[in-house]
């Protein structure tokens, strides 16, 4: 069973940088793709980015391409997600995920409920 926990969210101004980090445990996580969502309120929760399990492929969604960075480093089992350039939409709560069978780069791998393990979330607050 993999777990994972969420970190480094918080309250930021508009055009500040937070970076998240999230922590897994229980399992390797090289053997997962990772990627993060987030859900604003009265919204469904929605793809940001996805990394892919060894090689450090990435995608984004066009809302935060460029802005955002996910990175991963497999000798700590952690994931990260570099925000930059933040703007009040992108407040949310932020969850990781992760599965050991999707494919990097398929529609799957944006896709909420294709994901088998979920952290708790971490609030991110961006002020205007």
């Known amino acids: 069973q993999l777990q994972l926990v969420e970190s480094g969210g918080g309250l930021v101004q508009a055009g500040g940088s937070l970076r998240l980090s999230c922590a897994a445990s229980?399992?390797?996580?090289?053997?997962?793709?990772m990627a993060w969502f987030r859900q604003a309120p009265g919204k469904e929760r929605e793809f940001v980015a996805v990394?892919?399990?060894?090689?450090?492929?990435?995608l984004y969604s066009n809302s935060v391409k460029d802005r955002f960075t996910i990175s991963r480093d497999n000798a700590k089992n952690t994931v990260y997600l570099q925000m930059n350039s933040l703007k009040p939409e992108d407040t949310a709560i932020y969850y990781c995920?992760?599965?050991?069978?999707?494919?990097?780069?398929?529609?799957?791998?944006?896709?909420?409920?294709?994901?088998?393990?979920w952290g708790q979330g971490t609030q991110v607050t961006v002020s205007s």
């Open positions: 990394i892919s399990k060894s090689m450090g492929f990435t």
């Open positions: 995920a992760a599965d050991p069978s999707l494919a990097y780069g398929t529609r799957s791998s944006r896709q909420s409920s294709e994901y088998d393990y």
């Open positions: 229980g399992r390797t996580s090289s053997m997962y793709v």
